[in-house]
């Protein structure tokens, strides 16, 4: 069996590429994908706990569940914005989206 420090180390490397990803990008994509990533490494550390401390009840794949959901929501919506920001302006780059000028 795998020892649950080797999920949590896991966990924060991909925790950690997603918050590099999300702070060092100038695309606005990017910034999404280290988003996911990172909303990924909580979801990792919430079945890695639920294995180890409560196998039997079923309390941490529902709440695996519902996370997935809002990450696709969180996506979904992100993706519409940056689509539509990207029609107005013809860019996706973060510093050039100041939608109050003109």
């Keep these: 069996m795998i020892p649950l420090s080797w999920y949590l180390l896991f966990a924060a490397a991909l925790f950690g590429i997603g918050l590099y990803g999300a702070l060092a990008r100038r695309n606005a994509v ?10 990924n490494a909580v979801n990792l550390n919430l079945l890695a706990f639920w294995r180890y401390l409560a196998p039997a009840q079923m309390n941490g794949q529902v709440f695996a569940a ?9 996506t979904a919506v992100g993706l519409s914005l940056v689509i539509s920001i990207y029609r107005l302006r013809k860019t996706v780059l973060p510093e050039e989206m100041d939608l109050m000028r003109g």
């Design 66 to 74: 519902v996370l997935l959901a809002v990450a696709a929501a969180e």
């Design 30 to 39: 990017a910034i999404l994908m280290g988003i996911e990533l990172m909303l």
